[in-house]
């Protein structure tokens, strides 16, 4: 199971990358053309973009449901409190 | 009878963890396992010695194995730890067995190999051991073409120096643009300009097909063409050397690393584990990620000491603020840019900014690009990437720092920054970054 996570992780993140890589630097001045492999067809063509589809939120607990994210850590609250603001404009 | 920890590996995170643990409890006795000849050197110190910015290897030292026996540790230098039972409390080395109460598994990482024809030829170098890098530093003197082969910042960092020392360098990788899987494009872009600008040929988008020679690597077969050469510096990915604790039972993740708790604990009792070979959450997402810096290790060295030595210590999910030299640019940031943030399906807006390191008119100053990425609802700091010449690494700290603690784009909008010509500009570039963010935000939401 722990290999089928780990290979399920590699291949996802690998395609995901290429395919971010190739939405962002497409007109970007000094990039290139990304090598194209015809490896991948089930990644390239069905999990990226259903993948792209599933809002964040959804993701995010799909990941902890599958036990990928992290356990046995307490994150820091990201709470600071109100932040300061700069006085309102008339 | 004292307590005994055995330590295996003698990277940052296992002096860390070795010293610590004896400093803190003197009673310890602690044995330290390597497989290498030397002890307490920087790794990252490497390429530059090749492109002669720093002078010689012996700089790179940064303590001595005598040293460490004066601390009262006992160093087993060029001795592999090749099996652990964990049921005895024991540890194989040289065919003998020795015993523990305490373990502490550093054991690093080691590159990712091609996957191609010809891998196992001579002449294709990995970037790692010192004493490997002083043997072929002698040989980098009767060559003139090397293909550094992977984006990554090592990668980087090999291709800039071994420009600079004189030598023809091609730098191939699959990816885009360089650092693709870090870096976003419209930051890379200066990175491909200073190294161009070095000597060095940028052949992106390119794949590695095959390592060709008989004796020793000749060429490199892309699928661009064949690219003559006298060696070949392989920089992929790093992997983590988790086999031995795996083999132990030690639970692994799913990055392939060792799976710790915020303690540095294993899921094996009495069992600790640090550095490259552990994978940490990252703060933002809570996934284990792996493949950090070496204050990364050295500071998961430190928590492991302070939890053996029976003191509570723990650490914090990381943002990881990096930063690197890329030819004469100065690139960095933390946490995550613009393609990992698509990639990974990460809401976020953009504030981008442009300020410089020191007053106008004082000579020295460069221009700071400032790209901070924030939650859209919630305006938290999520991401940065920063490039320029000075400073650049001290904001990316800061910012690591200010998003781990949950600072929005109205704080930094608003920080404090110090006006001091020589040091710094009267408009802080990330506060200009910021500024340009809500005012873009504010006039989406009045449009």
């Known amino acids: 199971m722990s290999e089928l996570k780990r290979r399920l992780r590699e291949r996802s993140e690998h395609y995901l990358l290429q395919d971010s890589m190739r939405r962002l630097g497409k007109d970007v001045p000094g990039t290139f053309k990304p090598y194209d492999g015809k490896d991948g067809w089930f990644w390239r063509r069905v999990f990226v973009p259903l993948y792209r589809r599933v809002p964040w939120t959804v993701k995010r607990r799909a990941m902890d449901t599958l036990q990928m994210t992290a356990k046995g850590w307490q994150p820091p609250p990201r709470k600071p409190g109100e932040p300061w603001k700069p006085p309102r404009r008339q | ?447």
Not at chain 2, 43 to 53: D, S, Y
Not at chain 2, 63 to 86: A, F, K, N, P
Not at chain 2, 220 to 247: M, N
Request: with cysteine; proline share 5%; charged share 25%.
């Open chain 2, 1 to 447: 009878m004292p307590e005994r920890l055995i330590v295996i590996g003698g990277g940052g995170a296992g002096t860390a963890t070795a010293t610590i643990a004896k400093r803190l409890n003197p009673d310890l006795k602690v044995t330290l396992f390597t497989e290498f000849p030397d002890i307490a050197y920087s790794p990252c110190g490497i390429p530059f010695v090749h492109g002669r910015e720093i002078d010689n290897f012996e700089s790179l030292f940064l303590s001595t194995v005598e040293r460490y026996v004066e601390d009262g540790l006992d160093m087993r230098m060029e001795t592999t730890v090749t099996d652990i039972d964990l049921d005895r409390g024991t540890v194989t080395a040289r065919n003998t067995h020795e015993g523990f109460d305490k373990l502490a598994i550093c054991t690093g990482w080691v590159w990712e190999k091609p996957d191609v024809p010809g891998s196992n030829l001579p002449g294709l170098h990995y970037v790692k051991d010192i004493r490997a890098a002083m043997e072929f530093d002698k040989q980098l003197d009767d060559m003139k073409r090397v293909v550094v082969f992977g984006g990554t910042p090592i990668g980087v960092e090999m291709a800039g120096n071994l420009a600079h020392r004189g030598l023809q360098v091609d730098f191939v990788d699959e990816g885009p643009w360089a650092l693709s899987e870090l870096l976003d494009p419209d930051v890379a872009e200066p990175v491909h300009e200073s190294l161009t600008k070095r000597g060095v040929t940028l052949r992106f988008g390119t794949k590695v097909e095959a390592f060709l020679g008989d004796e020793r690597v000749r060429a490199v077969a892309t699928s661009e063409g064949e690219l003559e050469c006298d060696a070949v510096i392989v920089c992929l990915h790093k992997v983590p050397s988790a086999q031995l604790a795996e083999a132990a039972g030690v639970k692994v993740g799913t990055t392939g690393a060792i799976m710790v708790d915020e303690r540095m604990r294993t899921s094996k009792p009495n069992v600790w584990a640090a550095g490259d070979v552990v994978e940490v959450p990252h703060g933002l997402s809570m996934l284990p990620i792996r493949g950090l810096t070496g204050s990364h290790a050295y500071a998961q060295g430190r928590v492991a000491a302070f939890n053996i030595a029976g003191q509570d210590l723990t650490y914090d999910p990381v943002w990881i603020p990096w930063g690197m030299v890329a030819g004469d640019y100065t690139i960095g940031g933390f946490s995550i840019g613009e393609t990992l943030a698509t990639a990974m399906g990460v809401p976020y807006v953009v504030a981008k900014g442009v300020g410089v390191s020191r007053a106008r008119y004082y000579p020295g100053a460069t221009r700071t690009h400032v790209k901070l990425l924030a939650e859209p609802d919630t305006r938290k700091l999520i991401g940065a990437q920063i490039h320029g010449g000075e400073g650049v690494k001290e904001r990316a700290d800061f910012l690591a720092f200010a998003a781990k603690r949950g600072a929005t784009l109205d704080d930094l909008a608003w920080m404090e920054n110090i006006y001091s010509p020589p040091i710094g500009a009267l408009f802080e570039p990330i506060a200009i970054a910021a500024q340009n963010g809500l005012a873009s935000l504010r006039e989406k939401a009045a449009a």
